[in-house]
């Protein structure tokens, strides 16, 4: 099994000009992309935000995610990295805090051709290359729009009281607690969700803890899907147009029909990528990240909640 680390190459702009944060580890003395290996149960996403504050005391919501680095380690084992590109706000700059330790000594704000210069291992340049080919493309500022199927419910044969009704498993009020930092990492403002028990139950720990705001639609159920694609397609388009980060949060048949209409947004090579998606499992998600530099949203890359 390789060693999984994660991180992202946080990024701004001064005066237009394309600006990215490296770190000098002391105990190594090099310079580098701050990242981290994963804690016990942690998810990947998960795992970046957290090494991305203790490294730079920068708290940062993951935008597109730029590489999947490869290489040995000295001791023979397999090292996987993910990064994600993480804009850097003007507000979340006033509010950092970043204190030196024996791990990370100092960080500067570099240019890009600085940092080619400054960077100490040559497979570091695979993710800036794609950050710096989503800048040039006005693809790189992007916005979530996460489809979730929800957390593991009451099997449909044991439960009579109507599906409207039917609640989440023990394992399913797990999940929906277990959701709630993966879901953070990429920072939706807002949850627009069937109506429904299931649904509901599998948000809430979110909307509570991030004091997100729910939006509750019957388009999203099972039985307004069916009965009013057009609808739901409606509101899918709603949610998008609305240019705010967002969940989507519906049921296992009314899934394809919220993603066909997400689908709209995307080129041929990505509508590809989407037709070869596999059906979701409760308590899982995709990513669609859209370009906000575009006059029309634009998906400019997909994540899988277990990637």
Known sequence: MP???????????????????????????????????????????????????????????????????????????????????????????????????????????????????????????????????????????????????????????????GEATRPLLPAGDVQAVALTNVLAAYGPKFVVTSGWKRCLDTVIPYVSKRKAKLIKRSEFTELGAKNGPRRTHKLVHKVVLGGESAVICSHRPALPTVIEALSEYGSKSVCKEIDALEPLKPAEFYVFHLAQGKSKPKIVGIEYSED
């Open 3 to 161: 060693v999984v680390a994660a991180g992202a190459i946080l990024w701004r702009k001064e005066k237009g000009e394309l600006k990215v944060l490296m770190i000098h580890r002391t105990r190594y003395d090099d310079w580098s992309w701050p990242k981290g290996k994963l804690d016990k149960d942690e998810k990947i996403a998960e795992a970046a935000v957290r090494e991305l504050h203790e490294e730079t005391g920068l708290r940062v919501s993951l935008g597109v995610k730029l590489f999947v680095s490869e290489y040995k380690l000295d001791n023979g084992r397999r090292k996987e990295v993910h990064y994600w590109a993480a804009e850097v706000s003007d507000a979340a700059l006033k509010k950092q805090n970043f204190v030196p330790d024996e791990e990370v000594g100092s960080f500067e704000w570099l240019s890009v051709p600085e940092a080619k210069k400054r960077m100490t291992y040559k497979h570091d340049n695979d993710p800036l290359k794609e950050l710096v080919r989503l800048d040039e493309a006005n693809e790189l500022k992007t916005r979530p729009i996460i489809v979730l199927r929800h957390a593991k419910a009451t099997p449909r044969d044991e439960w009579s009281k």
